[in-house]
């Protein structure tokens, strides 16, 4: 489709949308009517006006010599890398799972292991289209009137409004990615090395995984033209078992991109997908985040392994956080986390150093500090009972007092005042003000900890 005929199309969807907007109940709170989620916090449904975005998830145009591309708000990373790629190049930052869609990501917060160089994935926006609570649409760019909610868009959640429309830089790709994976013994050294890494000028990509406090494997990449039969870890073989077994490797950059989605980095493991004749009947088309994701949300529902651990004597508590920490205490929190919280293997990626000249509301990073952003997915099953969200408290608070800041896609149980002070709430408070005047969208905090 020629990019004039996708934009006409674009606002023909958009008409149809204000529409259905203006027949809607002006009085309820808005709320997505979406077909899937990467969201891993328990919501209250009831009560909200549901928009159905659905058909907002069109790649419109992808312009290779100026290097930036135009999707709608529920385009899937799967979809923005299927038309990126015969360009020749690729979104600046592709977040690990295929169905994370660009406006997600910017209105949560996107990372890879391009961020060492591009940012997060709102670093990444050029200009976002946005339908705001009230029913108006407007764009905001860094350099326009609503310079304030281009700003204040990411980590909003859809408190502010829904992406519609983002358009966002890309980068050149080659065909293939040579991969070295660097083991460590201790997390001093590592760091170290993952800092300098970042300021490799030959590396593309740049991330890391901690198996224990002495097996640390840094994971350094580049893309190359060239290069020997690439393996291929969409269904037998299993990538981040990998680290521990090769020093070097090599995939196509389409298989490099979606590296973590097969396994959904290593949590496949909670549904037996790891298992040999499990993965080969579960088959190729089914090994991925889509599969594990609506088997999760059906164990959510029946309350299975919860049972079973309560039947074992254990009272399980879901740890389920992307962190970031200045680099500086970085090793300082990993050993708060494998003491305290015990989950391993734990992610580990790198972000540029901030823009003091574009800071983001509510995600303020310490500008000129690279952070480590550390993800955590499982589990903690203590044989004495706990507090709700004791766990989930001891890693907020050490984020905080060591300098760094949460994402807010899963469970969250700061106080009012802890929140406030962490996402800067008084600015956001503004943004509301102007862009939400009567309240339409859920207030942050009441989204994201009291889960409304």
């Known amino acids: 489709m020629a990019a004039a005929e996708a934009h006409a199309a674009h606002a023909r969807r958009l008409a149809r949308l204000r529409a259905t907007l203006a027949a809607g109940d002006a009085h309820a709170p808005l709320g997505l009517a979406k077909r899937t989620s990467n969201l891993f916090r328990d919501r209250d449904e009831g009560g909200k006006h549901r928009l159905d975005l659905g058909e907002f998830d069109h790649v419109l145009e992808v312009d290779a010599r100026a290097g930036w591309l135009d999707a709608e708000g529920l385009a899937t990373y799967e979809a923005l890398v299927d038309a990126t790629l015969p360009h020749g190049v690729m979104p600046a930052v592709v977040p690990q799972l295929k169905t994370i869609t660009i406006g997600g990501a910017a209105a949560g917060v996107g990372i890879e292991a391009t961020s060492f160089r591009e940012g997060l994935v709102h670093d990444t926006l050029l200009e976002i289209e946005v339908l705001l609570p009230g029913g108006d649409v407007v764009t905001a760019a860094p350099d326009n009137a609503h310079r304030d909610l281009f700003y204040g868009f990411p980590n909003s959640y859809g408190t502010l409004g829904y992406a519609l429309r983002l358009k966002a830089r890309t980068r050149p790709v080659k065909p293939f990615v040579r991969v070295e994976h660097r083991r460590f013994a201790a997390a001093d050294a590592f760091f170290a090395a993952l800092d300098a890494a970042c300021d490799d000028p030959a590396a593309d990509f740049v991330d890391g995984v901690v198996f224990a406090a002495d097996d640390l494997v840094l994971n350094v990449a ?12 969409t269904f037998e073989r299993i990538y981040y078992r990998s680290l521990r077994e090769r020093t070097l490797d090599h995939l196509t950059a389409l298989g490099y991109l979606w590296r973590w989605d097969t396994d959904w980095f290593w949590c496949s493991k909670n549904v037996g997908a790891q298992v040999p004749l499990v993965r080969r009947a ?17 164990n959510a529902r029946l ?26 205490r970085a090793a300082e929190f990993l050993a708060f986390l494998l003491a305290e919280i015990g989950i391993v293997p734990v992610w580990v990626c790198p972000i540029r150093p901030a823009d003091p000249r574009h800071a983001f ?9 690279r952070y480590v952003n550390f993800g955590f997915w499982d589990v903690v099953e203590p044989r004495e009972p706990h507090p709700p969200g004791h766990f989930n408290r ?19 149980f700061f106080s009012r005042d802890e929140f406030d002070r962490a996402y800067a709430m008084d600015r956001y408070r503004a943004l509301k003000a102007r862009y939400d005047p009567e309240g339409r969208a859920l207030d942050l905090y009441d989204k994201c900890v009291l889960r409304r």
């Open 361 to 369: 509301t509510l995600y303020p990073l310490q500008p000129g500090v």
């Open 282 to 298: 579960l088959g190729r088309e089914r090994l991925n985040s889509r599969t594990y994701t609506r088997l999760m949300r059906l």
């Open 394 to 412: 001891l890693v907020e608070q050490r984020v905080i007092a060591l300098g760094g800041i949460k994402s807010l896609y899963s469970d969250s």
């Open 222 to 233: 580049s893309f190359v033209e060239e290069a020997p039969p690439p393996r291929d870890y």
């Open 303 to 328: 309350g299975l392994t919860r049972r079973w651990a309560r039947l074992l004597g254990r009272f399980p508590e879901s740890v389920i956080q992307d962190v970031d920490l200045p680099l500086p």
